[in-house]
Nanobody, 121 residues
Framework: QVQLVESGGGLVQAGGSLRLSCAAS????????MGWLRQAPGKEREFVAA????????YYVDSVKGRFTISRDNAENTVYLQMSSLKPEDTAVYYC??????????????WGQGTQVTVSS
């Protein structure tokens, strides 16, 4: 059983930056692919970014490519999402999730509680 705890959300102006962190415990972190997903009010949860267990492969939804960067530190059992050039449409609750899938964009088994990101215009 893996426990995930997100942090780093908050209120930021459009064009600003935030870095989200997700600390994992209770499992072998380096054996999981990790993802960030988000859910805006009234919308379905959507995939944002993912990273393979080693960090060698990363994946992004088109709307964040060039603005967001996912990374991980297996020694610290933490995955990060660096968000830059934020837009109001990035406003959502951001969730960290873990998967055993080789392509780490799906089949998430463990989820964090979420952290709110609000981008003001």
């Amino acid at each position: 059983q893996v426990q995930l705890v997100e942090s780093g959300g908050g209120l930021v102006q459009a064009g600003g930056s935030l870095r989200l962190s997700c600390a994992a415990s209770g499992g072998t972190f380096s054996s999981y692919g990790m993802g960030w997903l988000r859910q805006a009010p009234g919308k379905e949860r959507e995939f944002v970014a993912a990273i393979s267990w080693s960090g060698a492969r990363t994946y992004y939804v088109d709307s964040v490519k060039g603005r967001f960067t996912i990374s991980r530190d297996n020694a610290e059992n933490t995955v990060y999402l660096q968000m830059s050039s934020l837009k109001p449409e990035d406003t959502a609750v951001y969730y960290c999730a873990a998967t055993t899938s080789y392509v780490p964009t799906k089949e998430f088994r463990y989820w964090g509680q979420g952290t709110q990101v609000t981008v003001s215009s």
